[in-house]
């Protein structure tokens, strides 16, 4: 290959430093900033994590009020994008209407696109990680017809969250703390996760120097896909379309069949190899949620079969499948009353905070530079120009 390494997928190239996400894939670790994902999950909050993602460290009582206060600030939408949404068909995938309104807000937002100056990539991020939850309940809303509910920002990031997306202005919502500690918990398993494709995407298009908004869309637009964030979505598809525990071995044949493009979703990961330990988290929640709602859903024991059975199958064990973080995510977001289309768009919203924490930490890198992989050409060699009469 002469001058340059060739790795498809990248699966051998560290593309940057960053002290922000550890994980040893052999083991199941997940460490932020030293912190063990699983005791993120059990006893801090998204706002915390948010803090600690962005700021490097967790913060103190009075620094989590005032970084909260930050964001709650900035949680309205310029109204001139309620008319933005209008122009969507109210059918059009919330994805695809995320992509376009978090692109449009560097047409909205001028006074914090100059990326040379710290102060206004400080507040474009809050305003990034206030208006997502904004943005994406408004995508809800729009699809189902409902007015859209404005912020409320009493409530917790999350609760708030649950308000504008389930509320109406006919009766008071009553935020379930359940569901709310249940989702505060998924946006914690979801908030980054080192060099994944969407991350490395909102880093090469930040490279080139492009504003904030602009990279984040470009973050979400990579997310879109089932083999990243739409897993979720494409998860739950799956477990109704199996329905019935008696239909799995077929499923689980299908996803062994070389000449079946078929994959089990929820189930893989380019680092885990061991264990995902968001998904051991998950697991345990679902199991919460379900319980305390009250909500039996034949789905969930589809899932606990079709991990047992999976899980016990030799091709499963010899390429090292797992359960991922998505597997068990669609049984919450689905009890808790989400259609499966904002599945995706809940992580792009968690994921949001990665992101920008990402982009932050390479904008400041005094090292950094331009993005440019190289490439093993595989075309024709010199030729000269045929007019076309002789073609
Ligand atoms: N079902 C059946 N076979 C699978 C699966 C699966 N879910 N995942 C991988 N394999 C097989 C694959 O066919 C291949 O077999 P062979 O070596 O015989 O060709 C082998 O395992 C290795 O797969 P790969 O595609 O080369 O591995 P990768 O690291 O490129 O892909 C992955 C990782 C997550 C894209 C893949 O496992 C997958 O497509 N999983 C289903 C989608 C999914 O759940 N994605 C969510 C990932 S976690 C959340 C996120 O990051 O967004």
Same mark, same amino acid.
């Given at each position: 290959?002469g001058?340059f390494?060739?790795?498809?997928?990248?699966t051998s190239?560290?593309?940057?430093?960053?002290a922000l996400?550890?994980i040893?894939?052999?083991?199941g670790v997940?460490?932020?900033r030293?912190?063990?994902?699983?005791?993120?999950?059990?006893h801090?909050s998204?706002?915390?994590?948010?803090?600690?993602?962005l700021?490097?460290?967790?913060?103190s009582?009075?620094?989590?009020?005032?970084?909260t206060?930050?964001i709650?600030?900035?949680t309205?939408?310029?109204?001139?994008l309620a008319?933005?949404?209008?122009g969507f068909r109210?059918?059009?995938?919330p994805?695809?209407?995320m992509?376009g309104?978090?692109?449009?807000?560097?047409?909205?937002?001028?006074?914090?696109?100059d990326?040379?100056?710290?102060?206004? !990539?400080m507040?474009?991020?809050?305003?990034?990680i206030?208006?997502m939850p904004?943005?994406?309940?408004?995508?809800?809303k729009?699809?189902?017809?409902?007015?859209?509910?404005?912020p409320?920002?009493?409530l917790s990031?999350? *609760?708030?969250?649950?308000?504008?997306?389930?509320?109406?202005?006919?009766e008071e919502?009553v935020v379930?703390?359940?569901?709310? !500690?249940?989702?505060?918990r998924?946006f914690?398993l979801?908030?980054?996760h080192?060099q994944n494709a969407?991350?490395?995407?909102?880093?090469?298009?930040g490279?080139?120097g492009?504003?904030?908004f602009?990279?984040?869309?470009?973050g979400?637009a990579?997310l879109?896909?089932?083999?990243?964030?739409?897993?979720?979505?494409?998860a739950?598809n799956m477990?109704?379309?199996i329905?019935?525990?008696d !239909?799995?071995p077929e499923?689980i044949a !299908?996803?062994?069949?070389k000449?079946d493009p078929?994959?089990?979703?929820?189930?893989g990961?380019?680092?885990?190899?061991?264990y995902?330990?968001?998904a051991?988290?998950?697991q345990?929640?679902?199991?919460?949620?379900?319980?305390?709602?009250?909500v039996?859903?034949?789905v969930f024991d589809v899932?606990?079969?079709?991990?047992?059975m999976a899980l016990s199958?030799?091709?499963?064990?010899?390429?090292k499948?797992?359960?991922?973080v998505?597997?068990?995510s669609?049984?919450i977001?689905?009890?808790i009353?989400?259609?499966?289309?904002?599945?995706?768009v809940?992580f792009?919203l968690a994921r949001t905070? *990665?992101?920008?924490?990402?982009?932050?930490e390479?904008?400041?890198d005094?090292?950094?530079?331009i993005?440019?992989p190289?490439?093993?050409?595989? *075309?024709p060699?010199?030729r000269d120009?045929v007019?076309?009469?002789q073609?």
């Amino acid at each position: 290959t002469g001058r340059f390494t060739f790795d498809p997928g990248f699966t051998s190239t560290a593309s940057c430093e960053s002290a922000l996400t550890y994980i040893d894939g052999d083991e199941g670790v997940l460490l932020h900033r030293g912190y063990p994902i699983g005791q993120l999950a059990e006893h801090s909050s998204f706002m915390e994590v948010s803090h600690l993602l962005l700021n490097g460290e967790l913060p103190s009582k009075e620094e989590l009020e005032r970084f909260t206060y930050t964001i709650t600030r900035h949680t309205m939408l310029h109204e001139q994008l309620a008319q933005f949404y209008r122009g969507f068909r109210r059918d059009a995938h919330p994805m695809a209407v995320m992509c376009g309104v978090v692109g449009a807000l560097s047409a909205f937002y001028h006074d914090s696109t100059d990326i040379t100056d710290p102060h206004q !990539r400080m507040i474009a991020s809050h305003r990034l990680i206030a208006k997502m939850p904004t943005i994406a309940a408004m995508a809800y809303k729009y699809s189902v017809g409902q007015p859209f509910v404005y912020p409320d920002n009493t409530l917790s990031y999350t *609760g708030n969250f649950l308000r504008m997306t389930f509320g109406v202005p006919a009766e008071e919502y009553v935020v379930n703390p359940i569901v709310e !500690r249940a989702l505060d918990r998924i946006f914690i398993l979801h908030a980054d996760h080192e060099q994944n494709a969407s991350t490395s995407t909102v880093r090469l298009a930040g490279s080139s120097g492009a504003n904030p908004f602009a990279c984040i869309a470009a973050g979400i637009a990579c997310l879109w896909g089932p083999a990243h964030g739409g897993a979720n979505e494409a998860a739950l598809n799956m477990l109704r379309e199996i329905g019935t525990v008696d !239909r799995i071995p077929e499923y689980i044949a !299908r996803a062994k069949d070389k000449d079946d493009p078929f994959r089990l979703m929820g189930f893989g990961h380019r680092v885990y190899k061991n264990y995902d330990p968001r998904a051991t988290v998950m697991q345990q929640t679902v199991r919460e949620v379900l319980g305390e709602l009250g909500v039996s859903d034949p789905v969930f024991d589809v899932a606990l079969q079709l991990e047992e059975m999976a899980l016990s199958d030799d091709y499963f064990i010899e390429k090292k499948l797992f359960p991922n973080v998505d597997f068990y995510s669609g049984v919450i977001l689905s009890a808790i009353g989400f259609p499966t289309t904002m599945f995706t768009v809940l992580f792009a919203l968690a994921r949001t905070v *990665g992101w920008v924490a990402q982009w932050n930490e390479m904008i400041a890198d005094p090292q950094q530079k331009i993005g440019r992989p190289r490439q093993l050409y595989t *075309g024709p060699t010199q030729r000269d120009y045929v007019s076309i009469e002789q073609r």
